[in-house]
């Protein structure tokens, strides 16, 4: 058997084998094989590569690099059971889904490999191949990875996953909204400027005027170095103390690597990933961050922040036109601002994708699960703690939502 596998199910299913890695390549036939090892990886890294340049136009956190990334980060972690799904075509890689088996509650979960870290849920599809074809393929195998069921997360509807189980599963819980801009619409900034609202403009303008009273109001962007590094440090304590104040909780943050995975960003040559930081300042203050990655032409709006003193400016605002004509600068296609919908986004964003999670119950106990617990108890407890004041939610949540190691 292969260096790939560590172990995996063999069996035959209609529509293909479901073999090692290192036999899935020699097949004259469809073959659906796991890769569950860094080495394995690294094994495929130039066909994954190609995958990437074939599939969805918002791959990232399905990227090579960002799988390895978190693998590397997640090495020790008795949590991360990797369960990367390919499919071959007479040994040409034609799919790659990366999921890893997750303990929830006792119950066992098929999901993102890189939850609670990545933003989406996607699959990796070559051109040529139909994504509802590929994942109905697949599915034998995910029924059969051992898991109690399958929880696919925050999958954008128009990606090669979206289109693949928009006709086969239910979303679960609500459906939230990445905005973005689709810069290539416009041919520079000035143009896509113009068609933002009459008032929108007014309004930022006033804003900006306000502030350089006092101070000039500067735009820093860095792709290394003490901005980039102090870029992240800052939302990423900032982010924190605003989901304190707002008594909200996030699982990436409830994780206690999150922190250590985000400080890797700030050496790029690292980790092989395009990473970059965005700064407005007042004088020498900064007064809102965000950084996040650029892969494929799009830019990845991933963590941002803000001086509370200055939340009359609105810096988050004004901050994303900065954002957006820097994206322009950097001859990018589309600015990401990702989930959730928040409506300052809409300030400048004109567009977003639907994004939501799909689940399908593998075994008796999941299904148990998906009912009871997804369905019926997860929302009531939602509305009943958002229903509470910020500190006492804040408080339920360290209580019943404990950090994870």
């Given at each position: 058997m292969?260096?790939?596998?560590?172990?995996?199910a063999?069996f035959?299913s209609e529509?293909?084998?479901i073999?090692?890695?290192?036999d899935?390549k020699?097949?004259?036939r469809?073959?659906?094989?796991?890769?569950?090892t860094?080495?394995?990886m690294?094994?495929?890294?130039?066909?994954?590569?190609?995958l990437e340049?074939?599939?969805?136009?918002?791959?990232?956190?399905?990227?090579f690099?960002?799988?390895v990334?978190f693998?590397?980060h997640?090495?020790?972690?008795?949590q991360?059971?990797?369960r990367?799904?390919?499919?071959r075509r007479n040994g040409k890689?034609k799919?790659?889904?990366?999921?890893?088996?997750?303990l929830?509650?006792?119950?066992?979960?098929?999901?993102?490999?890189?939850e609670p870290?990545q933003?989406?849920t996607d699959?990796l599809?070559?051109?040529?191949?139909n994504?509802?074809?590929?994942f109905?393929t697949m599915?034998?195998?995910?029924?059969?990875?051992g898991a109690?069921?399958?929880h696919?997360?925050?999958?954008r509807?128009s990606s090669?996953?979206g289109?693949a189980?928009?006709?086969?599963l239910k979303?679960?819980?609500?459906?939230d909204?990445?905005?973005?801009?689709?810069l290539?619409?416009w041919?520079?900034?000035?143009?896509?400027?113009?068609?933002?609202?009459a008032?929108?403009?007014k309004?930022?303008?006033?804003a900006?005027?306000?502030l350089e009273?006092d101070a000039?109001?500067?735009?820093?962007?860095?792709?290394?170095?003490?901005?980039?590094?102090?870029?992240?440090?800052?939302?990423?304590?900032?982010?924190?103390?605003?989901l304190?104040?707002?008594?909200l909780?996030?699982r990436?943050?409830?994780?206690?690597?999150f922190a250590?995975f985000?400080?890797?960003?700030k050496?790029?040559?690292l980790t092989?990933?395009e990473?970059v930081a965005f700064s407005?300042q007042h004088g020498?203050?900064p007064?809102?961050?965000?950084?996040?990655f650029?892969?494929?032409?799009?830019?990845?709006a991933?963590?941002a922040?803000?001086?509370?003193?200055?939340e009359?400016?609105?810096?988050g605002k004004l901050?994303?036109?900065?954002i957006?004509?820097?994206?322009?600068?950097?001859?990018?296609k589309?600015a990401d601002f990702?989930?959730?919908?928040?409506?300052?986004?809409?300030t400048?964003?004109?567009?977003?994708?639907?994004?939501?999670d799909?689940?399908m119950p593998l075994?008796l106990?999941?299904r148990?699960?998906n009912?009871?617990?997804?369905n019926?108890?997860?929302?009531l407890?939602k509305?009943?703690?958002?229903?509470?004041p910020?500190g006492l939610?804040?408080?339920?949540f360290?209580?019943?939502m404990?950090s994870?190691?």
């Amino acid at each position: 058997m292969s260096a790939v596998m560590a172990k995996t199910a063999v069996f035959r299913s209609e529509d293909a084998d479901i073999v090692a890695e290192g036999d899935a390549k020699s097949l004259n036939r469809t073959a659906i094989s796991l890769v569950r090892t860094l080495a394995g990886m690294r094994e495929i890294e130039t066909e994954w590569r190609k995958l990437e340049d074939e599939s969805g136009e918002a791959c990232l956190f399905q990227s090579f690099d960002w799988c390895v990334n978190f693998a590397l980060h997640a090495k020790g972690r008795e949590q991360d059971d990797f369960r990367i799904f390919t499919l071959r075509r007479n040994g040409k890689l034609k799919a790659v889904l990366p999921l890893a088996i997750r303990l929830n509650q006792g119950i066992k979960v098929l999901t993102g490999m890189t939850e609670p870290f990545q933003q989406y849920t996607d699959m990796l599809v070559a051109g040529g191949e139909n994504p509802e074809t590929v994942f109905r393929t697949m599915l034998p195998a995910l029924k059969n990875a051992g898991a109690d069921y399958l929880h696919l997360g925050q999958v954008r509807k128009s990606s090669p996953l979206g289109r693949a189980v928009s006709g086969s599963l239910k979303p679960s819980g609500e459906v939230d909204g990445a905005p973005y801009v689709q810069l290539s619409d416009w041919p520079d900034f000035e143009t896509y400027f113009q068609s933002v609202k009459a008032k929108t403009r007014k309004n930022m303008r006033n804003a900006r005027n306000r502030l350089e009273r006092d101070a000039p109001v500067t735009h820093l962007v860095a792709r290394g170095g003490s901005v980039l590094t102090e870029v992240i440090d800052r939302s990423f304590e900032g982010r924190e103390a605003w989901l304190e104040r707002q008594g909200l909780t996030s699982r990436a943050f409830r994780d206690s690597g999150f922190a250590g995975f985000v400080s890797r960003f700030k050496d790029p040559e690292l980790t092989g990933i395009e990473t970059v930081a965005f700064s407005l300042q007042h004088g020498d203050k900064p007064i809102a961050d965000q950084w996040g990655f650029i892969h494929k032409g799009r830019y990845y709006a991933f963590i941002a922040g803000w001086d509370q003193a200055y939340e009359e400016s609105s810096p988050g605002k004004l901050h994303l036109g900065n954002i957006i004509e820097a994206c322009y600068e950097a001859g990018l296609k589309t600015a990401d601002f990702m989930i959730p919908a928040a409506r300052y986004k809409f300030t400048w964003a004109n567009d977003a994708t639907p994004v939501c999670d799909y689940v399908m119950p593998l075994t008796l106990r999941g299904r148990i699960h998906n009912t009871l617990w997804l369905n019926l108890i997860r929302p009531l407890a939602k509305q009943v703690a958002y229903a509470m004041p910020a500190g006492l939610r804040s408080l339920l949540f360290r209580i019943v939502m404990p950090s994870k190691e």
